[in-house]
């Protein structure tokens, strides 16, 4: 049996760079920032930053270009997938990245302004923002199908005769 799975949580070093393909797929990529503190042999702080490249697809595309922005904690669960390509000077190259899977936003930050910028792929239009209320940000499954408010939601009581154990 095998695994592939990466847990990433750290600050977004930038924007995230939303566009479509050419199928009409909805795609986002992030880069991640995680750092590493240790002490050397003489005891002496160390510490070392780590840039993560992560590709979001679909309605997890949508929601990283929706909520994120440079310096937003963020926590990407997924795969590691390594792709080649030929570079402008005609030489073979590889990119290792994280394809995202699960997406959790982070806290807002003390002070930070109550409010999202809009889900638009246009560039001019990430700087509208509108309010936001903590409990109005999903934690999203790209497997999971989208869901409605609660509201959707039809409450049902289940009797025990019904129960076939």
Do not use: C
């Not at 780590?50 to 697809?57: A, I, M, S, Y």
Request: hydrophobic residues 35%; without cysteine; negative net charge.
């Amino acid at each position: 049996m095998n695994l592939n799975k990466a847990f990433v949580l750290g600050n977004l070093a930038a924007d995230p760079e939303f566009r479509t393909t050419m199928n009409g797929q909805e795609v986002a990529t992030i880069r991640i920032a995680t750092n590493r503190v240790w002490n050397n042999q003489a005891g002496e702080k160390q510490e070392a930053v780590e840039f993560h490249r992560v590709v979001l697809w679909g309605r997890l595309a949508q929601l990283a270009n929706q909520y994120l922005t440079k310096g937003r904690l963020v926590m990407i669960e997924g795969r590691i997938q390594t792709r080649s390509y030929e570079g402008k000077d005609g030489l073979k190259r590889y990119q290792t990245e994280i394809v995202a899977e699960n997406l959790q936003l982070g806290p807002r930050f003390q002070g930070e302004p109550k409010t999202i910028t809009t889900a638009n792929s246009n560039p001019t239009a990430r700087n509208q923002t509108r309010p936001v209320a903590p409990e109005e940000i999903p934690v999203v499954n790209e497997d999971e199908p989208p869901t409605n408010s609660d509201e959707d939601v039809e409450e049902t009581s289940v009797d025990l005769k019904d129960i076939p154990f």
